[in-house]
C-alpha cells in the first residue's frame, strides 16, 4: 500500500445528495480549505438518491410522528425554494383514508393535518370517484411534490465543481483510523485506479447510508441500531385517468403511487407489504450492497397491483416497466411509530468523525444545522 500524507480539512465520504450537500456547504459556508468527496460509484447520486419514490414530504406521511411530519412540513417550502428546478408540482396529490385496517380515521389525519399546518380539504367529486367507496372512507387533496433525481445529480456535480470540492469517483473507503498523532484521521482507500492509499484530515463525515458501518480500523460501528431491506419500487405506465395523480392510502399496509421525474411518463408505485423483500440487522462484515448484489431481484408489482386495485380500480389497467431495487436502512428505535429521525452520531474513540443518516430528502436542513455546531 502507498502512503500518502496529504492534509486535508474534511472528507465526506458518500456521494448522495446528502454527501454531495454536506461537501458544498463545509466548503463553502464553513469555510474549510480543502474538501474531499469520495464516492465508490462512477458518479454521484446513483443509489438511494435515485432510488426512491421522488418524494418531497410536506408531513403527511407521518400522523404517527409528530416530530417527523412537522421538520418536513417546515424544511418543505426551503427544499422547493433552494432546488426549483428538480420539483415537479404539476400534479394533483390525494391521501385517502381507508375505512377499514387503517391506524387513523378520516378525522383523525384531518386534525393531525390542521395540527402541523399543512394544507388540506376534501378532494372534489370526480376525483373521490377514482376510489372504490366501499374501501376508502374519505380522499384529501394535499400539496406535495416529487423531484428529479437526474437533474439533482446534475446539480450535484455542477455545485462541487463550482465550491472547489475534490470529486474521486470509484474510491472506496475501507478503514477509519487515529493518526500516530493522535492529531488527525486517517482514511484508507482503494481506488480503481490508484490502489490503496491513506489521506489525513481533521473531519469525516460518512454519509454512506447502508454502508455506515462498514469500515475496519479504530471505527467500531454506530451506537445507534440499524435495519436494512431490500426494496423494490416498481415503475409503471399509468392509465390516463390517473397520469397526472399522486395517491397514497394511509395508514398501514398499503400503496403509494407517485410520478417519478427521472423517467417521463412513468409512476413509482409501492406497497407496505410488498415493497420490503426482506430484512436484517446492521453487523459489521455484513455488506448490504453486497447482499442487494447477489439477491435475484423477482419482481412482486403483480401482487401489489392487485392489491391497490382493490382501493383504486383504474390502477389495474397499469402496465409495468421496470422496478428499482435498492437497500433501505432506518433506525431500530422507529420501527414502533414509522418516523424518520436524523442520525448526526459523534464517535469518541475518533475525534472529528461523524455518521449521518437522514431518512428523507428534506432532513439535509436539520443535518446542517448539527454540523454547524461541530464544525
Same mark, same amino acid.
Given at each position: 500500500?502507498?502512503?500518502?500524507?496529504?492534509?486535508?480539512?474534511?472528507?465526506?465520504?458518500?456521494?448522495?445528495?446528502?454527501?454531495?450537500?454536506?461537501?458544498?456547504?463545509?466548503?463553502?459556508?464553513?469555510?474549510?480549505g480543502r474538501v474531499i468527496l469520495l464516492e465508490q460509484e462512477a458518479g454521484l447520486l446513483t443509489r438511494a438518491s435515485y432510488n426512491n419514490q421522488a418524494r418531497v414530504h410536506n408531513g403527511y406521511h407521518y400522523p404517527r410522528s409528530f416530530t417527523t411530519a412537522f421538520r418536513s412540513k417546515v424544511n418543505f417550502p426551503r427544499f422547493v425554494q433552494d432546488w426549483p428546478q428538480v420539483i415537479k408540482q404539476d400534479f394533483v396529490?390525494?391521501?385517502?383514508?381507508?375505512?377499514?385496517n387503517s391506524k387513523i380515521t378520516a378525522k383523525h389525519f384531518e386534525r393531525f393535518c390542521q395540527e402541523?399546518?399543512?394544507?388540506?380539504?376534501p378532494a372534489e367529486a370526480s376525483l373521490k370517484r377514482l376510489f372504490e367507496p366501499l374501501l376508502i372512507?374519505?380522499?384529501?387533496?394535499?400539496?406535495?411534490?416529487?423531484?428529479?433525481?437526474?437533474? %439533482?445529480? *446534475?446539480?450535484?456535480?455542477?455545485?462541487?465543481? =463550482?465550491?472547489? +470540492?475534490e470529486v474521486h469517483y470509484s474510491t472506496r473507503a475501507l478503514a477509519i483510523s487515529r493518526s500516530p498523532t493522535n492529531k488527525s484521521l486517517t482514511v484508507t482507500v482503494q481506488s480503481k485506479n490508484r490502489g490503496e492509499s491513506s489521506i489525513n484530515c481533521k473531519y469525516i463525515f460518512n454519509c454512506t447510508y447502508s454502508g455506515l458501518n462498514q469500515y475496519s480500523g479504530d471505527f467500531s460501528m454506530?451506537?445507534?441500531?440499524?435495519?436494512?431491506?431490500?426494496?423494490?419500487?416498481?415503475l409503471m405506465r399509468v392509465p390516463d385517468a390517473l397520469k397526472e395523480i399522486g395517491v397514497t392510502v394511509m395508514d398501514g399496509a398499503f400503496f403509494s403511487m407517485m410520478p417519478f421525474p427521472?423517467?417521463?411518463?412513468?409512476?413509482?408505485?409501492?406497497?407496505?407489504?410488498y415493497t420490503p423483500h426482506f430484512s436484517w440487522q446492521d453487523e459489521l462484515g455484513i455488506d448490504?450492497?453486497?447482499? %442487494?448484489? *447477489?439477491?435475484?431481484?423477482?419482481?412482486?408489482? =403483480?401482487?401489489? +397491483?392487485?392489491?391497490?386495485?382493490?382501493?383504486?380500480?383504474?390502477?389495474?389497467?397499469?402496465?409495468?416497466?421496470?422496478?428499482?431495487f435498492e437497500v433501505k436502512t432506518v433506525l431500530e428505535k422507529s420501527e414502533g411509530d414509522d418516523g424518520r429521525p436524523i442520525l448526526f452520531e459523534k464517535h469518541e474513540e475518533l475525534p472529528g468523525f461523524y455518521s449521518v443518516l437522514g431518512g428523507?430528502?428534506?432532513?439535509?436542513?436539520?443535518?446542517l444545522e448539527r454540523i454547524s455546531d461541530v464544525v
Open positions: 500500500m502507498s502512503e500518502e500524507n496529504i492534509d486535508v480539512n474534511a472528507i465526506v465520504i458518500g456521494g448522495g445528495f446528502y454527501g454531495a450537500v454536506i461537501a458544498s456547504y463545509l466548503k463553502k459556508t464553513r469555510r474549510l396529490k390525494l391521501y385517502a383514508i381507508p375505512r377499514r402541523i399546518g399543512a394544507k388540506i380539504e372512507e374519505e380522499v384529501f387533496l394535499v400539496e406535495e411534490y416529487a423531484f428529479d433525481a437526474i437533474r %439533482l445529480k *446534475e446539480w450535484a456535480v455542477k455545485e462541487l465543481k =463550482d465550491a472547489g +470540492v454506530t451506537k445507534t441500531g440499524l435495519k436494512h431491506e431490500v426494496t423494490e419500487m416498481a427521472a423517467r417521463a411518463g412513468l409512476h413509482t408505485l409501492s406497497h407496505v407489504r448490504p450492497y453486497r447482499k %442487494l448484489a *447477489e439477491y435475484n431481484r423477482a419482481t412482486r408489482v =403483480d401482487r401489489m +397491483v392487485r392489491d391497490a386495485g382493490r382501493y383504486l380500480p383504474s390502477l389495474l389497467q397499469a402496465k409495468y416497466v421496470d422496478s428499482l428523507k430528502i428534506d432532513n439535509i436542513y436539520d443535518i
